[in-house]
Each structure stands twice: as C-alpha cells, then as structure tokens.
C-alpha cells in the first residue's frame, strides 16, 4: 500500500451517542436533520454503524440516518459468553421500539443486518415501511451431520477461547482488508480500519468488535425456518447482491432467487457490477443510485406503504 494514499476523508458531519436499552447499550451514529423518523442503518458481522459513512455521504444531505452497533459490536454493549441470531431479532425489536414507536421504518441493512431486517420485516410486517437489503441472503442449508460438526468445533471453540484481533497499525488491516477484498480502495480501507478498532496503549490497534461474535454458533435458522419468515413481507423490498460475491450461490444463486421474487411480489432485485460482498464500502455510489431510484428519488414516486396486518383470530 502506497505511503502517499490518505484514508477517505468524510463528507457529512457523523453524531455519536449512547443509548440504554432493554437489550444493553447501543451505540448510534447520526447523520443530517434531526428527526424522529431516521432511515435506519444495520451492518454486517464484525462491523460498526460508523462505517456506513461510505454509504451516507451518497445520499442526499436532507435524509436523517441513524446506524446502530449490534451487541458485541462497536461502541454497544458485549454479551457474557455468546450471540444468538435470534438475540439479533430482539436487538432490532428493542431498537424499533424504542425510537421508533407506532411508525414503520425505513431500513438499509448489509450482510447480517440485512438478513435480521427481512426475518423481522416478515415476523412484524406493520413495522418496516421500505428495506433495502444488501446482500444479506441468510445461511444455506445444511446435512444432521454438518450440524454435528459445527456443534463440535463450537464446544472445542469455547474450551481454547478467543483472543481479539490486533495490528500493528491501520495500514496492516487495510492491506488485509484488500487482499480478502481487492476492490475495495486504498483509502476507504484505510477508514474502515481506523473506524473498526480502538487504539492500545502500546499504539497497535484492536477490532472493536468482540472476539466472541467469532464463534461459530451451533444454532441457526435452517432455510425453510428463514424463507418461511421472509414470507411474511408486505414492505416493498429492493435486493442488491454484487456480480462478483459468491454469497447469492450459497443460498442457491439464481433458483433461489427467482424463487424469492416469484414468492414475494413486493420484492424487485438489482445486481451492482464489479463489486463483492462490501457494497456499501466497495460501490458506495452505485448503491446509493439504486436505493434512490428505489426510494423514489427519481421521480418514480415513494414505495407503497406495507399493508395493515391481518386481525389475529379471537
């Protein structure tokens, strides 16, 4: 990595704060006008909210944005020993319920984040007004004995431990972070290596996120437990997936695809070119384009409001 490269410098003004909720503390990062109805911002595994700075400086200045940090990740509070997927869908819950009461939110979410935003869309379809999800397909399935395996290496996992992952200094992580991803450009990845970790004492850095988000967990939904979730989506939905990430493969590729949009009218599907999983670090303005037209930015007029859940029998 050249000497000469500097790391991103941001566009819009970020605000942190704190919050206590019922599920711990969570750590927002806000952008734009102060509102009561931000576009809520939802991030991947081992990221932060910060770092959809990338993103935001792509959208128009009048959008409130809020990011929040998962449990175990950025400035929010850690869990004892593990993290549940399910405890995801409690986070957002508790988030939504909190800041955003009797109002349908407007969701951008990558990765993890976009994958707990449809299961919660689908389980409480009243709650979401539009969602973009970024790549955040779920997990496929998986053998009885696939199961078995993972179960033991996460038995082996919590007897060894884990420690946190540190660098000598941010133009280490940025390189690595160019190797697993080589679209991604010198100075983003020098700015979500500054925006991932805490500086030590001892001037090396440290991932903010806790190294037992790494633990491969031995439970999750199985496909059919997830699909049978996203099938309860009345929200319009844009999905965006990058033409050179295998993770749309991994679910099924295009039969899973066109399974979703067959299964769920609301949904419509763009593929970003020349980018991987990082869409939002990688493509920052094409995924902005995309959620622009999608959000009606371009004269198409907003997404339809979901519809008014059915009465539960008495």
Known sequence: MSAAVQAYAPRRAARHELLELREGRV????WGPESADPVLLLHGWMDCGASFQLLVDQLPDDWPMLAIDWQGHGRSSRRA????????????????????????????????????AMMHAGLRPECTRWLVNI?????PGRSGEEAAEQARDWLAQLRKGVQPRR???????????????PRL?????????ATWTRVLDDGRLEMLSDPVTELRSPLRFTRAEMDACWAGLRAPVLLLDGAESDYMQRVGGAVRLGA???????????????????????Q???VAAAVLRF????????????AAPAAAPA
């Open 27 to 30: 750590g927002c990062t806000r």
């Open 81 to 116: 020993d593990r993290y549940w997927f399910a405890d995801r869908l409690a986070e957002l819950d508790a988030v939504l319920e909190a800041l955003y009461p009797g109002r349908a939110v407007r969701i951008i979410g990558h990765s993890l984040g976009g994958t707990i």
């Open 135 to 139: 790549e955040g397909f779920g997990l």
């Open 167 to 181: 660098y000598r200094d941010a133009a280490q992580l940025a390189g690595a972070l160019r190797l697993r991803n």
């Open 185 to 193: 450009p010198e100075a983003e990845s020098l700015f979500l290596a």
């Open 260 to 282: 979703w949009l067959r299964e769920l009218p609301s949904m419509r599907s763009v593929t970003i070119p020349a980018s991987g999983h990082l869409l939002p670090h990688e």
């Open 284 to 286: 920052p303005a094409e």
């Open 295 to 306: 959000a009606g930015r371009d004269g198409a007029g907003p997404p339809a409001a979901p």
